[in-house]
């Protein structure tokens, strides 16, 4: 049983920093939850809302540990290109920042997103020992400051 500090209680920090940030009223939060089942929330949302996703921007927020590149990571060139647009505002948090496709076997909530035709992408903080630990008993949150999860938040939403 994991207690989800990094996976994703980090995301969830940077999540509710972006949403004190915003100003624009028509930018919101999403929080969709049965990632590890498959991605279940995110689809389900996909599914309801259909073609009107087209041309919507989504950050997902996901696994934000206190290690490793800031990896922006897209499924297409929709996604691509805001992952370039984003990029520089994480530039100055200090962590290296690395726009990338999603590697495959790895599922996140971005995926069924971009598929709808949204321009998707998750921002996380890992490494190798963060996989190593995520929905295992030792992801916790005694070892985790959420503070660059927060920093990150805040800075996707500055306008």
């Not at 939060?29 to 073609?51: D, H, K, N, Y």
């Not at 190593?132 to 400051?145: A, F, G, K, N, W």
Request: charged content about 25%; cysteine-free.
């Amino acid at each position: 049983r994991s207690r989800g500090a990094r996976d994703n209680g980090s995301g969830i920090a940077a999540a509710l920093a972006a949403a004190e940030e915003l100003e624009d009223p028509s930018v919101g939060v999403l929080v969709t939850g049965a990632e590890e089942f498959g991605l279940v929330g995110a689809r389900v949302f996909a599914r309801m809302e259909g073609s009107r996703l087209a041309g919507v921007e989504f950050v997902n927020f996901d696994t934000i540990d206190g290690e490793g590149k800031i990896y922006l990571v897209s499924h297409d060139r929709r996604g691509a290109g805001l992952a370039s647009r984003e990029a520089p505002r994480l530039a100055g948090l200090g962590p290296a920042v690395l726009a990338r496709r999603l590697p495959l076997g790895i599922l996140v909530d971005s995926l069924p997103l971009a598929r709808a035709g949204a321009a998707a992408i998750t921002v996380g903080r890992l490494t190798w020992r963060t996989l190593r630990r995520i929905h295992t008993p030792d992801d916790v949150p005694e070892d985790l400051s959420l503070e660059l999860a927060e920093r990150i938040g805040r800075a996707i939403a500055a306008n």
